[in-house]
């Protein structure tokens, strides 16, 4: 079936020691998202890409960085954790045409859950 | 800018009963998309259901439906005949077309308890 991985499933990294997670996708979608969501939050967008150009929120700390080096896999990199940046890390995918008529679902990864110590 | 409201942080009902999610939103883009998404304790995101801001009907698929009232920028979310497995997060959630920016913004979330 086609699907969105994510790796690992749980991260436990010391304060300050850097993280990569990572997302795969068979779905062959253009668009590719990572979200982070705390506990009993709302997922919070922290970039995403279209193809390959990259698109950051404007409130997305600059200790989070992403790679997308194929259309199948995107990283999220996290250079000095914090403790407050332990939380569920959501990857999403979707198939955008530009001038789409509609919008398309987006397909979530079973998420990363990023423990900081 | 976009905004969605989910005034419920929780949610009970009665097993083989309705129950019903409220969310509000608010954009200034004529064309968009409204999703429910399901979050079961596992942290997956499931798909549920989707309603287009010009779709003059109401969408529904199996026991989920979408009451959409787009002069009161409402898209309550109806769940019928509820079961245990029901239990779970229920996140609303909007994307402006025109804009064309492929965002999408989530509301924070209503915590459904099914009760045997």
């Known amino acids: 079936d086609a699907m969105v991985i994510q790796n690992p499933r749980y991260q436990v990294t010391q304060f300050g020691k850097p993280v990569t997670l990572s997302c795969s996708q068979t779905?062959?979608?253009?668009?590719m998202y990572w979200y982070q969501q705390k506990s009993s939050q709302a997922p919070k967008l922290l970039f995403h890409?279209?193809?390959?150009?990259?698109?950051n929120e404007a409130d997305t700390p600059d200790n989070f960085q992403s790679r997308r080096p194929n259309t199948s896999f995107c990283f999220l990199d996290i250079r000095s954790p914090g403790l407050g940046d332990a939380a569920m890390y959501l990857c999403?995918?979707?198939?955008?045409?530009?001038?789409?008529?509609?919008?398309?679902?987006?397909?979530f990864g079973a998420g990363s859950r990023l423990t900081v110590l | 800018a976009q905004k969605i409201t989910q005034t419920q942080p929780g949610m009970f009902v009665q097993e083989k009963e309705a129950v019903t999610l409220d969310c509000t939103y608010d954009t200034s883009d004529p064309s968009y998309g409204l999703f429910w998404y399901k979050q079961p304790s596992s942290g997956e995101m499931i798909f549920l259901i989707y309603q287009g801001s010009y779709d003059q009907q109401n969408a529904t698929e199996g026991r989920y439906s979408l009451n959409f009232q787009k002069a009161r920028k409402s898209a309550n979310l109806v769940i019928s005949a509820s079961q245990l497995g029901d239990s779970a997060m229920y996140f609303c959630?909007?994307?402006?077309?025109?804009?064309?920016?492929?965002?999408?913004?989530f509301g924070t979330g209503t915590r459904l308890k099914v009760l045997a």
């Open positions: 999403a995918t979707s198939r955008e045409r530009t001038g789409g008529a509609g919008a398309n679902v987006l397909t």
């Open positions: 959630a909007m994307r402006d077309i025109t804009s064309g920016t492929y965002k999408y913004i």
């Open positions: 890409y279209y193809d390959k150009d990259f698109n």
């Open positions: 779905l062959n979608h253009n668009v």
